[in-house]
């Protein structure tokens, strides 16, 4: 287990690791400017390939922090099984909440999609901002990875990406019951949440032709945010993750 010293070392993730590796761009405004690193200083770079690389700051340039690698481990906090979630399309910035709480749980994909009843939108900006919290989110959990963050433009697209997972699921409020057991849960995970106006009784169906297993959250009537990251940590929880 790694010590609180070593929680403290700041990480940053780069397109690809060699002996020595510059931050550029958006971590290399966040380490000069907004951490104040500087040559000396140690930091963990991160590629995505789910290796950590030790290195230490060894020049400054304009616009750039060289780093020198000075050893690599593999990451410890991925999970064991892929869970990805599909989540529709939230208004304000509950997309965003989802995708950051869905990074901390463990999720190695994170699917936006539109349905019948969406009543938010999406664009390149608003996918840059959710891969730029999925990637904040990912550093503050010391993970090794951040989740792929997807757009589709309609439901039948993101169910249609889920072939290779064992489990579907799909979270519906007029679902009468449970058709899988979360607590037996072994095996890859995919998991649909609808929007604010949740889903129509024809894409529920569409959902059950797909292989898609119907479930219920309970009695009461949750937040479409509340479902997303209520379903994800009960799914981590019964695959082991957050034991």
Do not use: W
């Given at each position: ?6 929680m ?5 993730f ?9 931050l ?12 104040r ?15 950590e690389?030790d ?19 593999p990451?410890?906090?991925e ?8 989540a ?20 190695t994909?994170?699917?936006?999609f ?10 390149e900006?608003?996918l840059?901002r959710l ?6 989110a ?10 792929e ?6 439901l ?18 007029f ?15 995919a ?10 009784e ?10 898609f ?20 940590a ?10």
């Amino acid at each position: 287990m790694r010590s609180a010293v070593d929680m403290t070392i700041r990480r940053f993730f780069v397109d690809a690791v060699a002996r020595e590796t510059a931050l550029t761009g958006e971590e290399y405004a966040h380490a000069k400017n907004v951490l104040r690193l500087g040559i000396g200083d140690e930091v963990v770079l991160l590629d995505g390939s789910g290796k950590e690389y030790d290195a230490v700051i060894c020049r400054a340039e304009k616009g750039a922090l060289f780093c020198n690698v000075v050893g690599e481990r593999p990451g410890e906090k991925e999970p064991q099984t892929r869970v990805k979630l599909l989540a529709g399309a939230l208004k304000g910035d509950k997309t965003e909440l989802i995708v950051q709480k869905a990074t901390e749980l463990g999720v190695t994909e994170i699917g936006i999609f539109l349905s019948r009843f969406s009543s938010a939108y999406m664009n390149e900006n608003k996918l840059e901002r959710l891969k730029k919290v999925a990637r904040e989110a990912a550093k503050q959990c010391l993970r090794s990875r951040v989740p792929e963050i997807v757009f589709y433009a309609n439901l039948s697209s993101a169910l249609a990406s889920c072939g290779g997972y064992v489990n579907r699921l799909f979270a519906c409020e007029f679902a009468e019951k449970s058709d899988a057991d979360l607590a037996a849960l072994h095996g890859s995970c995919a998991l649909v949440v609808g929007s604010e106006g949740g889903f129509s009784e024809e894409e529920f169906a569409m959902a059950q032709d797909s292989g898609f297993a119907g479930i219920t959250l309970g009695r009461r009537i949750l937040r479409a945010e509340t479902a997303a990251i209520a379903l994800t940590a009960v799914v981590m929880f019964a695959l082991g993750e957050l034991r």
